[in-house]
């Protein structure tokens, strides 16, 4: 059963995100870029989970409707540098609400390439007043020729989301438990 509902212009709110991750090289793990990997953690990875994305309105609803993915070195060199050796070092984004710890989506989006405006629709409300979105990355890479010499790799994660604040749209997204 499909469900379609329109909505008026000013009921949407655009709110276009960037949180930016950073791996050390080096620290913790000798030898590679660690953005954080079960297990192992540093001052600085520390600062790549839970980052705030949005603050989440109470009652109100936010399609995350596309993603993008993108950092401090080439699309060619990123992939190259990918640690393939276990499933928990590929670079890896969750999120979830904060106060009520749901995660949006049901496993780690890995992240094997930079890409832009990829289709990831998804809906997320809060019943809770002051609660928020977070994004939490982790993963390595190994060093490659190109990336000798630097001493950090930087990703960005960005998000594009709409809130809805319809009255009528988020009641009868409540109703449906969409």
């Known amino acids: 059963m499909a469900l379609t ?11 276009p995100t960037q949180n930016i991750f950073r791996a050390p090289f080096g620290n913790p793990v000798p030898g590679k870029y660690s ?21 989440l309105q109470a009652h109100s609803w936010y399609l995350i409707e596309r993603t993008f993915a ?24 969750t999120l979830k609400k904060k106060l009520s710890k749901d995660i949006i989506y049901v496993r780690p989006i ?9 289709e990831s629709p998804v809906w997320v409300n809060s019943q809770l007043d002051k ?7 982790q993963g390595g890479l190994v060093q490659i020729a190109d990336t000798i010499g630097m001493s950090e790799i930087d990703l960005t994660i ?21």
């Open 35 to 55: 953005f954080g990997t079960p297990g192992t953690s540093s001052a600085v990875t520390l600062g790549n989970l839970n980052q705030v994305v949005i603050d």
């Open 131 to 137: 609660d928020q979105l977070l994004i939490s990355f």
């Open 110 to 118: 890995p992240i094997i390439q930079y890409f832009q405006d990829r």
């Open 158 to 178: 960005g998000l594009s989301i709409y809130q809805v604040s319809d009255a009528d749209h988020n009641l009868i997204m409540q109703e449906n438990k969409i």
């Open 5 to 15: 509902i329109k909505l008026a212009i000013q009921a949407l709110r655009y709110i």
């Open 70 to 93: 993108g950092g401090t070195i080439s699309a060619e060199d990123y992939l190259s540098s990918i640690d393939a050796s276990s499933p928990a070092l590929i670079p890896q984004y």
